[in-house]
Structure formats: C-alpha cells, structure tokens
C-alpha cells in the first residue's frame, strides 16, 4: 500500500457501504482503500496498492443478447466474449454501454464493485480469481478499493466459477 492510501468508512460509495452492512460484510468498510489519483484501471489500481495486476478483480460489465451480465475478471487476463458467449448460450455479446454500466450497477465504469448493485444481474467469475489468497476490487468509486479472499468475493456477489480468460497463443 502506497501513503497516500488511507482507510476510512466513508471512502466507498454509499450504497456499496449500505450492501457491505447488508450482507455481514462491516470488516470490510476498516480494509477500503481509498487513494487521491484514481485507480480506474487495474494497472492503476495495483501500482496504487502495491500488487500484482493479476490480484485486481475487474468487475465487467456486457451485454448478452441485450441483457446485462456481470464479469469478474483478473486484471492481468482479458475477457474472451466468445467463451462468455458460449457459457450464456447467447447469440451475441457485446461490452455493455457507460449507461447500461450505470444503469443496471448503480456505479460509473471504473468503480464498479464485484456486488451491492442497483439490479440483480447474471455474474460469471473467472477461475483465475482463485490464484490468489487475496485480490482488491472496487469500492463503487474509482478512487477506493477493497481486499477479500476471492472465494468469498464470488460468492458475495452470487457468482457462477467459468473459464473465461482470452488465451493467449
């Protein structure tokens, strides 16, 4: 962790305090993380924390046949659509419009936390999330994160485990 970070209950969004209260989750509103720059990419955010890309959880947002679907992905790895495509049996999916983000999450893109959104939505969270005892998603703010074992991050936010990271050749 950088100096500048500094803990404090209010740095995350109210209403991703308000989730974190309703699901048992007050321990984590003493471990958010909140820096001045923002951190609204997973190279900023761990530059920021002081961790390995890979140990950011991006929450991802697409379009699947027209309905949202949430994707929580390691900051290292890329989403391969096609698999997401094939693990929903949709026809098509797309990256999800900035309205469509706000819309349905109730968070601006780049603060999108992986749970504690407006609407319920389908989440499908990549395995590689399991490679680490810890990883830092976003606290509904592009400026605040939050660490938590990814086990019990996917199933916080009701997440179905896939394989869905692009391979690379």
């Given at each position: ?67 949202p679907v949430l994707v929580l992905m390691d ?46 939505t389908r989440v499908l969270a990549d395995r590689s999330l399991l490679e ?38």
């Open positions: 962790m950088t100096a500048s970070a500094s803990p404090t209950p209010s740095s995350a969004n109210p209403r991703f305090a308000e989730a974190l209260t309703r699901l048992g989750l007050d321990e984590i509103h003493a471990r958010i993380r909140r820096f001045p720059e923002e951190t609204r990419t997973a190279a900023e955010a761990a530059a920021a924390i002081g961790c390995e890309l890979s140990q950011i959880c991006k929450s991802l947002v697409f379009a699947a046949d027209g309905e900051g290292a790895s890329r989403v391969d659509v096609e698999l997401v495509r094939r693990e929903l049996g949709a026809e098509k999916v797309t990256r999800a419009k900035v309205d469509v983000v706000r819309e349905t999450t109730g968070y601006a893109i780049g603060g999108v936390p992986p749970f504690g959104h407006r609407t319920r680490h005892d810890t990883v830092w998603a976003a606290a509904g703010t592009p400026h605040a994160v939050f660490p938590m074992e990814p086990k019990s991050l996917i199933a916080h936010a009701g997440g179905t485990l896939v394989d869905v990271r692009e391979r690379t050749a």
